[in-house]
C-alpha cells in the first residue's frame, strides 16, 4: 500500500509538472519532469535507484535495456515531433555500437509515452496502443505500473517463478523478443557470407529436411526460421545455466560467448552436451553478436528460472514458434500426462532398465524416464555419485530434429538436477541425447563399425576422414566427453596435443589406452583443425559424435532394454525427397509394411520408423511403447503392420493398446492417437481389445479406462463394389439454385431462379458476385438433388435443385467423353446461364484444373452412371456420424457428399438402412474414421470392411432386420413431418435419434447388428 501511495504521489507530481511545462510555467522545466519519473520507476519497482543513470551519454535516463528521453512536450499527443523521434534513435544506435544492452527507448513529456526499439531506428514510427500509454491522471499510475512491465519488461527484482504465461510473453510475443530476433537477424543478414556460418546454415536446413519433410524447403523464409531457431537456443541456453544458479548477467559483462558455447557451465557444473558449440554458436564469431548475447542474458537473467516448474524447452519453444507455423510444420509434442504414464506402464525397473527414445523430441519421454529414475535411487538409498554415472547409461535420446535436441538436452538435465547439484561437480556427465537419423537412412553400422578396431567418419567437401578407436566409442560416456571438449578446444586455437594431454588426464578409457589408440585419436584431432582451418568449422567434432553414437546404439553393446517415444506421423509423399526411396525401400523390402495400393496416399513413417527402431535398437525380450496415430488400430495402411511380422523382425502386440479417441477435447494432437506396446518376441498380431481412456486430458487424475473390442473386418464386403459415389456437382453456386416468387413463370412451366448461396462455400467461388446467373428457366432443367444435408436417419429432407444442362427423365447425358461441349439445349434461358457458369467456372477453377464444367460434374461417369434412375436407392452419407435412407421412384438425382447402391428391392435397401443407422454400426465403424475439423469422415473408405453380409431374403436375422427398417422409415418420417417443413436437417436428425434411442424397434435393430458386426 505504502508503494502504491508513492506511486501515485509521484505520477501526480509527474503530470502537475507536465503541464506547467505546456503551458510554459518556468516554475516547471525537463529536470523537474525527469525527477518525477525517476520517482515513478523507484516507486513501481522498475528500477533501484543506484540502477537509475541521469543525463548519461546525453539520454535523460537509463536504467536496464531503456533508455528514457524527457522533453517538454513531445509533440501532439503520442504522435512525436520527428526532430524528438530522430534524437532518440541516435543514442539507441550509439547504446548498440558500444555494446551496451538498452534495446529499447521510451519518449515522454511525463503525460505521454511512447516506445521505440532499437531494432526499428530509421523507421516510421509505430503507434499501436501496445506502443503507447497516456497518463491522464495519478490514479492510472496503477495502469501505467502494468503498460511499462508488459510493453518494456522492466522489474528490478526477479519475478517469484517463470511461469509458462511469463515465458511466453516475455521471450516470445513480447516486444523485446520480436526487438531481439530482429537484431539477430540484422547480425545474420551482415555475416551469412561467411564460410563456418554457411556449412552450419546447410547442415541445419538439411537435417531440419530430414526430420519434417519437404514442407521445410516449401518455406518462404527459411532463413527467418534458422534465426528464431538460433534465439530459441539461446534462451534455452541461458535460462538453463540460470537455473543452475550461474549468474549468467555478470558472467556476460566479461565474456558472453561463454554462456552460448557451454564453457562456463561445463566448468561449473562437469556437465557436457548439453551447451555447445553446433549450429546456432554463429553468434559468438560476428561482430556485434558477444553485445546481443550480453543484452539478451541480462534479460533472461531477470527470472527465477531455479525454482520454475515449467517443462522449459517445450515452452520456449511454442512461444518463439507460432502455433499456424508448427501446425504447418507439422511439430507436435505429447503432453506432459501421457508420457507419464507411458513410462510409468512399460520401464518397470528404472535403475537397471536402459531406456531409448529415438524420436525425443522437446524431451517429454526423457524427463520422465529420469524423473522415474532419481525417485528410485532415492526409494533404495543409492549414492549420488553412482546414481549419475549410472544415469548417463540408462535414459537416451535420439532426434534429428536440430533445435528438439536442444530442448530434449535441457529437459534431460533439468530432470537430474537434484543428482548433479549433490555431487557438485565432481562427477563429470555427458548428456545422452544425440542428433541423428534413428531410421539410419543414409548410414549404417555396417559401413561405420565395419572393423574391429575403428570407426570411421568421412567428410566428402574435404576428403579428411575421421578415425576413432572402437573401444572409445563403445566406452560411450568418455567419447561423448572427449568429443564436447574438442567442439570448444578447437574453435579456441587450443593445440591438439593439449586436449589429449586433457583426455588421458580426464577420462577413464585412456587408462587401459593401447599406443596405437592414442596414437589414432591424435591424427583425428589433428584432421579436425585442419577441417576448422579450412572453414568448415569444429562443427564437425559436434556433427561426428551425434552421427556415431546413435548407430553405435543398433551395435550388440548399444541396444536397450526399453523403447519409449512418438515417432514421426509424416506421409511418405510429404517425406524429403532425397530419402523417401530408402523409406519405400525399406518399408517394402525390409519389413513388409507397403499397404496396398488403394491406401498408399494414407501411409505414414510411424510403422516404419517404429519397426525400424525395435529391429535396430531393442534387445530381444524387450518392450516398446510408441504414441501413434489411432488408425494404427483399424485403418488398412497398418493391415501389414498389426501383423506383428515385420519382415525378419517378429513382435508380440498382443498387450492391449490404450485408445486415447475418446478423450475430450482431443486436441493434443493433429488426429486422434493411440498407444500401442510391443514385446520382441515370437508373438501375437495386434490385439483387438484396447483400453478406451475417457475424461478430459486438462484433468488426467479423473481419466477412466475401460477395455472396448474392435470390431472384425473383413476384406470387402460385396456392397463395398456396389457403392457409387454421386456426381461432383461443383462449385455449388453456379449449379444449385433456388425459385423466386413468379406466378407467370410457374403457370407457363418456367421458374425464375438466382443462386443459392452458403456460408460453407470456399474461396474463390465464396467471393464472387454472379447477379448475371439469375434466369428463366425450364422446370425440365432443374433437376432435385440430394445430398449430405438432405437426409436424415431412415428419411430422406426435401431435395435441393440445381440448374443441369439435360432434362429431368432422361435415359442418359446429352454430351459424349469426347465431345462434353456439344449441348443440345433448347431453351434459351437455360443457353444464356450455362455460358455464364461455363466462363465463371474457366475464370476461377484452379490453374491445375484442365476439367471443362461439364467434366466436372459427370467426373468418372458419377452422373452417367445415375440415369436412368434406379427403382430403389440406399443412400449413405460420405462423413459424420453414419446415416442412411433410401429413395423409391424417385428421379433425383445424387451428389458427391453422399453414396448409393441400387438395391434389388425395398427390403434389401431396408435391410442395410437399418444397420447403417444403428449405433452398434457406429461404434465399430468409428474408430477407422480419420477425423477432420467437422468430425468422421471417409466412411466410405471403411464401412464395407466390416462383417455386413449382403441380402438373403430367406434368412430370418435379414428379414428381420428389413421389416424392423421398414418400420423405422415410417416412424422417421411422422418424426420430421412434425417438425414443420422448413426444419434445418440438424435438428431433424436429433430429433429422430432422441425419438429412437431407448425405443423397443431400435434395442431390437441393435441386438440383431451386433450379432452380425
Not at 507530481?13 to 515513478?40: F, Y
Not at 532463413?223 to 535460462?239: E, I, P, S
Not at 553478436?289 to 537473467?301: D, M, P, Q, T, Y
Not at 484452379?846 to 427403382?871: C, G
Request: proline content about 5%.
Amino acid at each position: 500500500m505504502e508503494r502504491l501511495d508513492e506511486l501515485t504521489e509521484a505520477a501526480k507530481q509527474t503530470l502537475e509538472h507536465h503541464d506547467h511545462s505546456v503551458a510554459r510555467d518556468s516554475t516547471s522545466s525537463e529536470s523537474d519532469i525527469r525527477a518525477a519519473i525517476v520517482a515513478m520507476f523507484i516507486s513501481g519497482e522498475l528500477a533501484k535507484r543506484d540502477e537509475i543513470l541521469l543525463e548519461s551519454d546525453r539520454t535523460d535516463l537509463r536504467t536496464g535495456h531503456v533508455l528514457v528521453e524527457v522533453k517538454r512536450r513531445i509533440g501532439v499527443g503520442t504522435d512525436p515531433k520527428p526532430e524528438h523521434l530522430s534524437q532518440l534513435d541516435r543514442y539507441l544506435n550509439d547504446a548498440r555500437t558500444k555494446g551496451r544492452g538498452e534495446r529499447l527507448g521510451i519518449l515522454t513529456d511525463g503525460k505521454y509515452w511512447v516506445l521505440r526499439p532499437s531494432a526499428e531506428t530509421g523507421q516510421p514510427l509505430k503507434t499501436a496502443s501496445t506502443r503507447t500509454f497516456t497518463l491522464r491522471s495519478a490514479k492510472a499510475a496503477v495502469d501505467w505500473l502494468v503498460w511499462v512491465r508488459d510493453a518494456a519488461e522492466l522489474t528490478f527484482s526477479r519475478l517469484p517463478q517463470a511461469t509458462s504465461e511469463i515465458v511466453a510473453k516475455a521471450f516470445g510475443t513480447g516486444l523485446m523478443a520480436s526487438n531481439e530476433v530482429t537484431e539477430l537477424r540484422r547480425l545474420y543478414d551482415d555475416h551469412r557470407a561467411r564460410p563456418t556460418i554457411q556449412v552450419k546454415r546447410e547442415l541445419w536446413e538439411t537435417l531440419l529436411g530430414t526430420a519434417l519433410g519437404e514442407v521445410v524447403s516449401e518455406t518462404n523464409d527459411i532463413d527467418d526460421l534458422f534465426v528464431r531457431h538460433t534465439y530459441l537456443t539461446a534462451v534455452v541456453g541461458l535460462a538453463l545455466q540460470s537455473a543452475f544458479g550461474i549468474d549468467i548477467a555478470d558472467i556476460s559483462a566479461d565474456n558472453p560467448n561463454s554462456l552460448i558455447d557451454g564453457t562456463v557451465f561445463a566448468e561449473r557444473t562437469a556437465v557436457r552436451g548439453v551447451i555447445e558449440s553446433d549450429f546456432f554458436g554463429w553468434p559468438t564469431e560476428v561482430t556485434g553478436g558477444e553485445s546481443w548475447i550480453e543484452a539478451l542474458a541480462r534479460r533472461v537473467a531477470r527470472f527465477d528460472w531455479g525454482s520454475t516448474q515449467i517443462d522449459l524447452g517445450s515452452v520456449l519453444y511454442q512461444s518463439v514458434i507460432s502455433a499456424n507455423e508448427r501446425k504447418r510444420l507439422g511439430e507436435y509434442y505429447t503432453p506432459d500426462w501421457l508420457a507419464e504414464a507411458v513410462v510409468s506402464e512399460t520401464v518397470q525397473d528404472p535403475l537397471n532398465q536402459r531406456v531409448l527414445d529415438p524420436a525425443c523430441g522437446s524431451g517429454t519421454f526423457l524427463r520422465e524416464c529420469v524423473k522415474a529414475f532419481v525417485v528410485e535411487a532415492k526409494a533404495q538409498d543409492v549414492d549420488a555419485r553412482d546414481a549419475l554415472l549410472s544415469l548417463q547409461n540408462k535414459v537416451i535420446g535420439v532426434d534429428i530434429h536440430p533445435v528438439a535436441v536442444h530442448l530434449a538436452r535441457t529437459a534431460w538435465i533439468l530432470a537430474a538436477r537434484e543428482l548433479i547439484s549433490e555431487v557438485d561437480g565432481t562427477v563429470k556427465v555427458a548428456v545422452p541425447v544425440f542428433l541423428g537419423d534413428s531410421l539410419q537412412t543414409q548410414a549404417n553400422a555396417e559401413s561405420l563399425f565395419g572393423q574391429n578396431t575403428a570407426v570411421i567418419v568421412y567428410d566428402p567437401s574435404s576428403g579428411i576422414s575421421l578415425e576413432f578407436p572402437r573401444g572409445l566409442v563403445d566406452s560411450g560416456d568418455s567419447f561423448d566427453l572427449l568429443l564436447s571438449r574438442v567442439a570448444m578446444d578447437i574453435s579456441e586455437g587450443v593445440d591438439p596435443v593439449h586436449i589429449l594431454e586433457w583426455a588421458k588426464q580426464s577420462l577413464d578409457w585412456f587408462e587401459s589406452a593401447s599406443s596405437a589408440d592414442v596414437k589414432m585419436i591424435r591424427s583425428t584431432l589433428e584432421a579436425l583443425t585442419r577441417l576448422h582451418e579450412q572453414g568448415r568449422d569444429h562443427i564437425w567434432a559436434y556433427f561426428t559424435r551425434n552421427l556415431v553414437r546413435p548407430i553405435w546404439l543398433s551395435t550388440d553393446a548399444g541396444k536397450v532394454d526399453r523403447i519409449v517415444g512418438n515417432p514421426p506421423w509424416l506421409t511418405y509423399n510429404k517425406t524429403r525427397s532425397t530419402i523417401r526411396d530408402a523409406l519405400k525401400k525399406f518399408a517394402k523390402s525390409m519389413y513388409g509394411l507397403w499397404p496396398n495400393q488403394q491406401y498408399v496416399t494414407h501411409s505414414d513413417l510411424a510403422g516404419l520408423f517404429y519397426a525400424r527402431c525395435v529391429d535396430l535398437y531393442l534387445r530381444g525380450g524387450g518392450q516398446a511403447a510408441m504414441v501413434m496415430p489411432h488408425s494404427v488400430l483399424l485403418a488398412g495402411q497398418y493391415e501389414p503392420w498389426r501383423t506383428g511380422q515385420w519382415g525378419h523382425v517378429s513382435v508380440d502386440l498382443g498387450a492391449e493398446p490404450w485408445d486415447c479417441e475418446t478423450l475430450d477435447p482431443n486436441n493434443f494432437f493433429p488426429v486422434p492417437a493411440c498407444v500401442v506396446f510391443a514385446s520382441k518376441t515370437q508373438g501375437r498380431g495386434l490385439s483387438r481389445t484396447v483400453i478406451q481412456w475417457h475424461g478430459s486430458p486438462n484433468d488426467p487424475t479423473n481419466i477412466r479406462r475401460a477395455p472396448l473390442t474392435l470390431p472384425k473386418l473383413e476384406r470387402q464386403s460385396r456392397y463395398g463394389t456396389r457403392a457409387k459415389q454421386g456426381a461432383t456437382i461443383v462449385p455449388r453456386v453456379l449449379f444449385f439454385v433456388q425459385a423466386l416468387e413468379s406466378a407467370t413463370a410457374m403457370l407457363n412451366g418456367f421458374s425464375d431462379v438466382v443462386p443459392m448461396r452458403s456460408s460453407q462455400e470456399k474461396e474463390p467461388w465464396k467471393s464472387l458476385d454472379i447477379p448475371t446467373l439469375k434466369a428463366t428457366i425450364s422446370d425440365d432443367y432443374i433437376h432435385d438433388v440430394h445430398r449430405g444435408d438432405t437426409i436424415a436417419p431412415f428419411v430422406a429432407l426435401p431435395p435441393q435443385r440445381a440448374v443441369i444442362p439435360f432434362k429431368r427423365g432422361s435415359t442418359g447425358v446429352p454430351w459424349t467423353k469426347t465431345n462434353p461441349s456439344v449441348l443440345p439445349v433448347p431453351d434459351i434461358g437455360l443457353w444464356r446461364r450455362w455460358q455464364v457458369m461455363t466462363q465463371t467456372w474457366e475464370a476461377n477453377k484452379a490453374a491445375a484444373n484442365k476439367l471443362t464444367l461439364v467434366s466436372q460434374i459427370d467426373y468418372r461417369l458419377k452422373l452417367t452412371h445415375q440415369l436412368p434412375a434406379a427403382k430403389t436407392r440406399l443412400l449413405y452419407g460420405a462423413s459424420g456420424r453414419p446415416t442412411a435412407t433410401i429413395l423409391c421412384n424417385s428421379d433425383a438425382l445424387i451428389d458427391s457428399s453422399l453414396f448409393w447402391i441400387e438395391c434389388r428391392d425395398e427390403p434389401e435397401a431396408h435391410y442395410l438402412a437399418a444397420i447403417i443407422n444403428s449405433d452398434r454400426l457406429y461404434h465399430a465403424v468409428r474408430p477407422l474414421m480419420s477425423k477432420g475439423q467437422f468430425g468422421p469422415r471417409h466412411l466410405q473408405k471403411h464401412l464395407w470392411r466390416l462383417n455386413i453380409a449382403e441380402y438373403e431374403p430367406t434368412n430370418p436375422v435379414h428379414q428381420k432386420l428389413a421389416a424392423l427398417g421398414a418400420k423405422s422409415a415410417k416412424q422417421a418420417a411422422r418424426i420430421v413431418d412434425s417438425l414443420g417443413a422448413d426444419v434445418a436437417i440438424d435438428k431433424a436428425r436429433k430429433a429422430v435419434r432422441k425419438q429412437f434411442a431407448g425405443s423397443k424397434i431400435s434395442a431390437e435393430i441393435e441386438k440383431l447388428v451386433e450379432t452380425m458386426i
